[in-house]
């Protein structure tokens, strides 16, 4: 594979030897390189740079995104921000991983001449790793990684890059590795990723672990409690109101009198839900789009509920309303105290923006 590999961590000792280096896998030969490689082989020879996290790498992501899908159409069956990049806090190369899923990777014909004549450049091709193919782009420094529909490295990639987004610990282990590897002077970059490996694993057998432990939590509550999930209706205002009172760090005003909440369900139909355990109202989301940003409001779980995945679940359906309405990017407002709702946001991907500010204006 020649991208960023498997990875996480014991002891103290075996991350230090991790750091340190030691026992990493035996690093592949310029002969095996360029038998993947497109091009001629490219030397290195030079320490690897690593730079703090930019916010400013989700717009490039999702500038790329845009144009791969405006290229190849319904042939992009999935596109995802992978990699360090994708990761808000984490130090990384200033180059932008992309995942892209295609029916079959393998079969170049079907999309390859439809990216190079958008500027895209083949540099690798792997047949015998998942059918994985890499791109450089027109104008931007990434990495688009292309694999097809139900490969197992498409989960991979997604789970670590969720856990990562998720642990601060291993987050900042992981950091931590990379910075002390990046200081060493290597033959090939793909070398620099290689040596990465012990320390990927680790950190995936305990995304692993989490999601199985996750799993058996969701379904316990979905079989035990009944929870069910409804889209939001004028009716119920009086009760979901109650929740929203009850909620630390949702805003209330006028403005969610009952005939403007009224007023936002007919202008955004379908894009609000609640849900419900034994007859009550126990999770909101308020969802709506002005033709070219979503926006979400009242994101609220009744305390008891918490932590049992209904409001990544909330979040789930609204999001997939709106890109089912062409909608590709959605915003919310978050008080700055309200840490619970920041570290949901945050663990979820979602990232603050400090580049613009909030203006308002009563009329």
């Not at 450049?121 to 047949?127: A, F």
């Not at 989960?155 to 200081?183: I, T």
């Not at 409001?297 to 062409?326: D, F, P, Q, T």
């Amino acid at each position: 594979m020649l991208s960023e590999n498997k990875s996480v961590f014991g002891s103290d000792e075996e991350f230090q030897k991790i750091e340190n280096g030691e026992g990493q896998q035996e690093l592949r030969s310029d002969e095996d390189l360029q038998k993947v490689t497109v091009d001629e082989l490219k030397i290195h020879n030079a320490p690897i740079t690593i730079v703090e996290y930019d916010p400013n790498w989700s717009e490039l992501f999702e500038r790329e995104e845009r144009r791969i899908r405006a290229v190849l159409g319904s042939k992009a069956l999935q596109i995802e921000h992978v990699g360090s990049t994708s990761v808000p806090g984490l130090c990384a190369k200033p180059i932008i991983d992309i995942l892209l899923v295609v029916e079959n990777s393998g079969d170049e014909s079907s999309y390859v001449p439809d990216l190079e004549r958008a500027g895209y450049k083949l540099k690798i091709r792997e047949p015998n790793w998942f059918e994985h193919r890499m791109f450089k782009g027109p104008d931007t420094d990434i990495n688009l990684h292309v694999f097809s529909k139900g490969s197992l490295e498409i989960e991979r990639m997604l789970r670590f890059r969720d856990w990562l987004r998720s642990n601060e610990s291993d987050r900042d282990k992981y950091a931590q590795v990379k910075k002390s590897l990046a200081k060493n002077k290597w033959r090939h970059v793909q070398h620099y990723a290689d040596a990465k490996t012990a320390i990927i694993q680790q950190i995936m057998e305990r995304a692993n672990n989490n999601i199985a432990n996750t799993k058996n939590v969701i379904n316990y509550t979905s079989d035990i409690a009944n929870i069910s999930f409804h889209e939001m209706q004028i009716d119920d205002y009086n009760e979901i109101y109650e929740l929203w009172y009850n909620t630390p760090g949702v805003g209330l005003s006028n403005a969610d009198k009952r005939e403007n909440i009224e007023r936002f369900l007919a202008r955004n139909k379908g894009l609000s839900f609640f849900c419900k355990h034994g007859g009550k109202i126990i999770g909101t989301i308020m969802c709506g789009h002005d033709g070219r940003r979503g926006h979400i409001y009242h994101l609220a779980v009744a305390e008891n509920y918490r932590g049992k995945g209904i409001g990544r679940r909330l979040v789930e359906m609204s999001l997939e309303r709106l890109k089912s309405e062409g909608i590709d990017k959605c915003h919310i407002f978050v008080y700055p105290e309200n840490d619970i709702g920041n570290g949901f946001w945050t663990s979820r991907g979602w990232i603050k923006r400090e580049d613009v500010f909030v203006y308002s204006k009563s009329i």
